[in-house]
T-cell receptor, first 113, second 114 residues
């Protein structure tokens, strides 16, 4: 079984500041890793995913994440956030080759001017 | 751009009533999923569906739940006798195939059981 921990339920940040949203996972098998974003009243949208290969993954909207196997982490980063990045961000894992996603509780990113 | 749609956006029902949540997956996708999110909790996997049968289900997906693809476009989740604890946001998702392919999510149906 897999589990995902997002320790920060809310991260307030000022516009143009850098941000890191933390995600740790546990699994007895190899996994794929994902970050999804949910804007108000919308569905979950894939930001980026790690399947294999380079541990630094670049996604949409200037976000990137780094897979760290030894620390079982997949933290999401953006060097300069915009007001429009205000949303809820979900980290998720699935066993390699399978579809079932296990999500974290989500982190609400609040960007203020 | 193709998208997953869900209806209704909000459903209010009395405890013990049956509800059907509807989803229209992206047309060339073959795998379909339901997830739910109870307020303040994690998004949880309920069931996956492929080739007109359930391919995987979680412990949450008990006998009161069922899924169906009644025609070539709709994918439904039925809750036979709703309980208060079924109140949640229900997300439908679809993917081209399983594994590394992205799951595309709908906007969700908020179910409120009174």
């Amino acid at each position: 079984a897999q589990s995902v921990t997002q320790l920060d339920s809310q991260v307030p940040v000022f516009e143009e500041a850098p941000v890191e949203l933390r995600c740790n996972y546990s699994s007895s098998v190899s996994v794929y890793l994902f970050w999804y974003v949910q804007y108000p009243n919308q569905g979950l949208q894939l930001l980026l995913k790690y399947l294999s290969g380079s541990t630094l993954v670049k996604g949409i909207n200037g976000f990137e994440a780094e897979f760290n196997k030894s620390q079982t982490s997949f933290h999401l980063r953006k060097p300069s956030v915009h007001i429009s990045d205000t949303a809820e961000y979900f980290c998720a894992v699935s066993p390699s080759g399978y579809s079932t996603l296990t999500f974290g509780k989500g982190t609400m990113l609040l960007v203020s001017p | 751009e193709p998208e997953v749609t869900q209806t209704p956006s909000h459903q209010v029902t009395q405890m013990g009533q049956e509800v059907i949540l509807r989803c229209v997956p992206i047309s060339n996708h073959l795998y379909f999923y339901w997830y739910r999110q109870i307020l303040g909790q994690k998004v949880e996997f309920l069931v996956s569906f492929y080739n007109n049968e359930i391919s995987e289900k979680s412990e949450i997906f008990d006998d009161q739940f069922s899924v169906e693809r009644p025609d070539g476009s709709n994918f439904t989740l039925k809750i036979r006798s709703t309980k208060l604890e079924d109140s949640a946001m229900y997300f439908c998702a679809s993917s081209v195939s399983q594994g590394y392919n992205e799951q595309f999510f709908g906007p969700g149906t908020r179910l409120t059981v009174l």
